[in-house]
């Protein structure tokens, strides 16, 4: 026996040596930046018929360290691919590796180390700072893509469509700062609602390890920690957006039209402030109360800011009471006003989940009973994974992190509402083992939609969700086999972050990229993944709906970026991170 096994490891080392010398292929998915030494590792091999066995070799090729019989061959639920799933768990020491199935092919090189998603953590988190309007990015901070101060939004104007008698069109308003909202150059209010609501969650339930996550910007040597000055930049543009005459909260602050693939500020269109509404008012609401309680800790550094983002957040509740279903319409917008805004609309026509939302933040904050009815039945809400229109879970998310409060108001609900969170992140975890990819994403073809790579992050935050609740390590796991998704255990076999792994994006849709004539992207930004509505002009090479992508800056449907992708990604990232020594890896 042993001589057999000698045999095989010699095999591998010969066929190692042949396929390192070659250019690797992707046929191998695997999680390009790496893995925890304790923690399960996955890859997987797309084959057009099955192979057995694998081994995983140094670096160098020049020792096997493992060798291991490829699991069976599946067919994927989400397209027409067939896959292998290669199990090397039982790898702990650290160092740098690659997979190899003999005679056929290598993977890219990965990392097994403590803290190995510490640079996606860091990265992601930086993707704001190289979104920010109205400030130079200097080259200390931004490298090689510094670039001067766009869009100053210190002239904005009223557009018709949101006159007020304070306010006619064509007053003039300030309203800088903030970060770019996409590959666009424009801003968002009810986009940036879950943004916010997402990274200031991550703050609530990672304090300790963002406290010293420092991601090199201007800010990282105050007294406050790096995720909340970058929640600072776009809070302070948030404030702005709100009518001081009456609470309620514009739309968004644009350009008629989209800006053309240039640098910020090459373009001098002027800036407009469009119809208030009240999905924003209310997003609004929900953000500034929540921001409201975690700034209380920082009153020394920032006096004053805590106290009037609460007033910010009762003025804009007053509003949308009394204004409760004013639906941001921008097709009739543009029939009765001008200029006609062809910007991206964010329009929501159901309210009831940023109700529930807004009122969960202001009495979790205030402890004000007026907010109460909407929340004392939160077992009895839906739940899905969030999205910019679909915010209700933010809102379960804080109930049951603000713990024994809520218990106290309403016990038998908090019982219940943790119980069909857990139940709901069981079916996630349960599909697992069917997957082709072995990840939680692609559980349903419906995964796969404009920003799916957001949707895979979105359930990891679930999974991270039912761990803290639960402590059970199922939960972690599954959370883990997103991020590897997000980094190259995919379909495509692309880690999807800019500047991360080695088959990685490098031509998203992002202005600033495509217009600064730097060959790598700004790095740190999360495309939006495969989404087999294909609602650009390019051409796609598929389009099933886990293969729908296509790495080019034409492909705004698969390959945009966006903050609302990038928040969930910071809170898996920097989750894991802050949590898996904690889970036993």
């Known amino acids: 026996m042993r001589s057999i096994e000698s045999y ?18 992707n046929a191998i998915r695997i999680n390009q930046e790496g893995y925890y030494p304790q923690a399960p590792k996955y890859a997987v091999l797309v084959v057009n018929k099955a192979a057995r066995d694998f081994c995983v070799v140094s670096g160098s090729g020049k020792d096997t360290v493992f060798k291991g019989q490829l699991g069976e061959l599946k067919t994927s639920a989400n397209s027409a691919l067939q896959t292998q799933l290669a199990d090397f768990s039982t790898i702990r020491k650290t160092g740098t590796y690659r997979l190899v199935v003999p005679g056929t092919t290598s993977s890219y090189t990965f990392r097994i180390a403590p803290s190995v998603h510490h640079s996606s953590a860091v990265a992601l988190l930086k993707g704001y700072y190289y979104q920010r309007v109205s400030t130079a990015l200097e080259a200390t901070y931004a490298g090689s893509w510094h670039r001067p101060a766009g869009h100053p939004d ?7 469509s949101a006159v007020s008698t304070q306010r006619p069109a064509g007053t003039v308003i300030s309203s800088p700062g903030g970060w770019y909202d996409a590959g666009d150059y424009n801003k968002y209010i009810v986009n940036s609602g ?43 543009w948030m404030l702005t957006m709100q009518d001081p005459a009456d609470g309620g909260v514009y739309n968004k602050c644009t350009n008629a039209a989209f800006d053309g693939m240039v640098m910020p500020g090459v373009t001098k269109a002027p800036r407009y402030v469009v119809q208030k509404g009240t999905a924003a008012t209310l997003d609004f609401a929900a953000v500034m ?19 009037s983002c609460l007033l910010a957040a009762k003025a804009a509740w007053q509003w949308a009471a009394a204004n409760p279903a004013l639906v941001y319409d921008q097709d009739k917008i543009n029939r009765e006003f001008k200029p006609v805004i062809s910007t991206g609309g964010y329009g929501d026509r159901n309210f009831s989940d940023e109700w529930y939302w807004a009122a969960a933040e202001l009495w979790i904050t205030t402890g004000d009973d007026q907010y109460a009815s909407l929340i004392g039945k939160a077992d009895q809400q839906d739940m899905s994974i969030p999205s910019w229109a679909t915010v209700r879970m933010l809102g379960h998310y804080s109930l049951l992190r603000s713990g024994r409060r809520y218990a106290a108001k309403y016990p038998a609900s908090a019982t219940a509402l943790k119980e069909k969170l857990l139940r709901y992140a069981d079916g996630f975890v349960d599909a697992i083992n069917n997957n082709a990819f072995h990840t939680v994403m692609g559980r349903y073809r419906t995964d796969f939609v404009w920003g799916s790579s957001a949707v895979a992050a979105n359930q990891g ?8 609740l639960s402590k059970d390590r199922r939960y972690f796991e599954a959370a883990l086999t997103n991020l590897d998704y997000l980094l190259g255990r995919n379909a495509t076999g692309y880690s999807f972050v800019t500047g991360i792994g080695t ?6 849709h992002h202005r600033p990229s495509v217009a600064d004539g ?21 051409k796609y090479e598929y389009a099933e709906p886990e293969t729908s992508f296509t790495d080019q800056d034409c492909s705004y449907a698969s390959n945009e970026i ?15 991170e802050a949590l898996y020594k904690r889970v036993g890896y």
């Not at 975690?294 to 805590?306: A, C, W, Y």
């Not at 088959?503 to 998203?508: A, D, N, T, Y």
Request: net charge neutral; with cysteine; proline share 8%.
């Open 8 to 25: 095989a490891v010699l095999i591998c080392l010969l066929h190692a040596a042949t396929l390192l010398a070659q250019q690797p292929v």
């Open 154 to 160: 210190n002239v904005v104007l009223i557009h018709p």
């Open 194 to 236: 879950i943004t916010m609501g997402t990274l200031l969650s991550a703050y609530e339930d990672f304090a300790t390890y963002f406290d010293t996550l420092r991601t090199h910007i201007p800010e990282s040597r105050n007294r406050i920690p790096d995720v909340l000055d970058e929640v600072l930049v776009n809070l302070r």
């Open 289 to 307: 109360a929540q921001a409201s309680r975690i700034l209380k800790r920082f009153n020394k550094q920032l006096p004053g800011l805590s106290d």
């Open 461 to 468: 935050i679930l999974l991270i969700n039912a761990w803290l």
């Open 503 to 508: 088959q990685r994006v490098m031509k998203p």
């Open 518 to 538: 730097i060959v790598d992207p700004v790095p740190g930004l999360l495309s939006g993944g495969p989404n087999p509505g294909q609602q650009d002009r390019c």
């Open 562 to 576: 966006a903050i609302n992708w990038n928040a969930p990604a910071v809170y898996l990232a920097a989750a894991i």
